[in-house]
């Protein structure tokens, strides 16, 4: 008996140690996306959240793993992503890619790169997603009646910073607006990162600015110093006008604070 039971236990091990040894090549990645939007999603949105692998940069990335949440929910959406330790080389770069669609269109991604080590990451991982639809097409927010639309000389023009309060705007530095068309909402460039907000307008000349939201990237100066003081002018914001394609945005006290000439193009 003894000797018929040895055997066995000893495949009994061997299939424990197996067992443990695949279990010990899956890693987890954990974290959230979210938008700074005030935008509910419908029910039918749709997340995807990938590990991709980077490493080349003229071409595209690779994914290696993904968690489809259907239904998304709404933000923030937790994501899960289990991958198999075996499928990461040693050094090749790795990042999150998000995205939230709805009935296979895009609605938001992330556009700024997320990088993580697979095989060290162990905190939460925090993704910002930026809004990828047109700005005539964005949904109202929350609070917002549909169908809202801004006053016509703000809108269907693209604007082009000139000035900030009493000085020109930095050489080489393009910093654009554009209004949204059906929808008290704004966006565009402030010379680093993309960047969307709510427009709040009354009949007398009266505008607001706010929910200001953008990318996170870091540039250099002067597009990091004049990208600040642009994004505060426009939170800063109480009234406008606009007087031979010109478009200037005043604060609380009636000083100008923002200058913006019409461009051709964004």
């Known amino acids: 008996m003894k000797?018929?039971?040895t055997p066995v236990g000893l495949a009994a091990l061997a299939t424990v140690m197996m067992a443990s040894s695949a279990?010990?090549?899956?890693?987890?990645?954990?974290?959230?996306?979210?938008y700074r939007e005030r935008i509910a999603l419908p029910e039918n949105a749709v997340a995807t959240v990938s590990l991709v692998d980077v490493s080349l940069a003229d071409a595209p990335s690779t994914t290696i793993a993904q968690d489809l949440i259907d239904p998304a929910g709404q933000v923030p959406i937790g994501f899960v992503i289990d991958f198999d330790s075996a499928s990461i080389v040693e050094g090749h770069a790795y990042a999150i890619a998000a995205?939230?669609?709805v009935d296979g269109e895009l609605w938001f991604i992330n556009d700024t790169r997320i990088s993580v080590d697979p095989l060290t990451q162990t905190e939460l991982v925090s993704v910002?997603?930026?809004n990828a639809r047109s700005a005539g097409t964005t949904p109202p927010e929350e609070g917002d009646a549909t169908g809202v639309a801004l006053p016509a000389d703000l809108v269907g023009t693209a604007w082009l910073l000139t000035m900030l309060g009493e000085m020109p705007s930095a050489e080489d530095v393009k910093a654009t607006l554009i209004f949204g068309e059906s929808d008290p909402s704004l966006g565009g460039t402030g010379g680093c990162n993309t960047y969307g907000g709510s427009v709040t307008?009354?009949?007398d000349g009266g505008l607001s600015i706010s929910d200001v939201f953008s990318t996170m990237m870091a540039?250099?100066?002067p597009k990091m110093s004049q990208e600040r003081a642009f994004f505060d002018a426009l939170g800063?914001?109480?009234?406008?006008?606009?007087?031979?394609?010109?478009l200037t945005f005043f604060d609380a006290?009636?000083?100008?604070?923002a200058t913006l000439a019409a461009s051709a193009s964004e």
């Not at 090549?25 to 974290?31: E, V």
């Not at 800063?236 to 010109?246: L, N, P, R």
């Open 3 to 5: 000797s018929i039971a």
């Open 23 to 34: 279990l010990a090549d899956t890693l987890t990645i954990t974290g959230d996306i979210a």
């Open 99 to 101: 995205r939230i669609e």
């Open 128 to 130: 910002p997603l930026v």
């Open 201 to 203: 307008v009354d009949g």
């Open 219 to 221: 540039c250099e100066d």
């Open 236 to 246: 800063a914001t109480t009234g406008y006008s606009v007087e031979d394609d010109t």
């Open 253 to 257: 006290d009636g000083n100008p604070i």
